[in-house]
């Protein structure tokens, strides 16, 4: 018989609770609170709501947006199709090398390339930052292609960087997926492009959510590997390496700086509010089936 959790353990779980959104939640209150403010209200009093008012809130997004060196649009641009292209086809590669792996796990071959990638994960980006952008730059010059401070070189650092953890996560889903459902298709005639596109790809829809999601935040937000590989004064910027912007060696623009965080963060808020049930229920079934 399941006995009822008992009142007080309740109410610890429900502090708890508590003090964990709060804390996780202050970093996106403080940026909410200070883009309303100017930049002596937040140097005076950063943590409180006093003095934020709209319609200093409407100045400092129209200041961003309009601001000549910050390019709101093409910055946010950039980091579209830099997020949108890495995340298709990080989602891509990642089932097929899964679906490879997982079909030949008892091959040694396939056991060292699964392996090579969960070690990767565990390499730290900074340890490879430099040598990362002087290679890019010698394979840019072997090729004919340039690969600093361009859309494309930046698009196949991330394929580099994110693909460990997608093919971690969509091996472990696949490897649940039952063999006869190719092995019918085999028997009628479907080739394994046709197995794996017609089959097996409509099948990962949940893991696939749950990795586009985790992938799509992070090459969002991220500030690192943009501000090395396109520059913090190159001709492509996305929208977090364009708020350095507004920071000067004399005068730094909290307002402003604010303010783009806010529209830097939206974007993501929106479509992670919109899809939390997928990204839970692929993690889940991720779990299940790996």
């Known amino acids: 018989m399941n006995r009822k959790p008992k009142t007080s353990a309740l109410v610890i779980q429900t502090i708890i609770a508590i003090v964990i959104a709060i804390y996780v939640l202050f970093p996106f209150y403080m940026v909410v609170v200070n883009s309303m403010k100017s930049t002596t209200g937040i140097v005076n009093d950063p943590l409180t709501p006093a003095g934020a008012d709209f319609k200093t809130f409407i100045g400092n997004l129209s200041g ?22 890495s995340v298709l086809l990080l ?21 060292a390339i699964y392996f090579t990638f969960i070690a990767s994960m565990i390499i730290p980006f900074q340890v490879v930052m430099l040598p990362l952008v002087a290679n890019f730059k010698k394979i840019g010059d072997f090729i004919g292609i340039k690969m600093n401070y361009s859309i494309p070189g930046i698009i196949f650092a991330y394929l580099g960087f994110g693909g460990a953890m997608t093919v971690f996560i969509l091996t472990g889903f696949i490897k649940g997926v039952p063999y006869d459902l190719e092995e019918s298709a085999s028997i009628d005639g479907c080739s ?6 017609r089959i097996i790809f409509p099948l990962l829809k949940p893991v696939i959510m749950t990795v586009t999601i985790l992938n799509g935040m992070w090459i969002w ?9 396109l520059g913090l004064d190159g001709e492509f910027k996305t929208i977090p390496v364009a708020v350095q912007s507004f920071v000067g060696s004399y005068v730094t623009e909290w307002n402003m700086i ?7 963060m939206v974007p993501m808020v929106i479509v992670f509010l919109f899809a939390q049930k997928q990204i839970v229920q692929g993690m889940i079934d991720g779990a299940v089936k790996g």
């Open 64 to 85: 961003v947006i309009n601001n000549d060196y910050f390019l709101f649009w093409k910055a946010f641009a950039c980091s579209v199709v830099i997020t949108v292209v």
């Open 91 to 111: 989602n891509l590669f990642g089932a097929m090398a899964g679906w490879v792996i997982s079909r030949n796990q008892k091959k040694k071959w396939a056991s």
């Open 192 to 197: 394994p492009e046709g197995t794996f596109f």
């Open 221 to 229: 937000n991220d500030f690192l590997l943009p501000s090395m590989m």
């Open 258 to 264: 604010m303010a783009a965080a806010l529209l830097a």
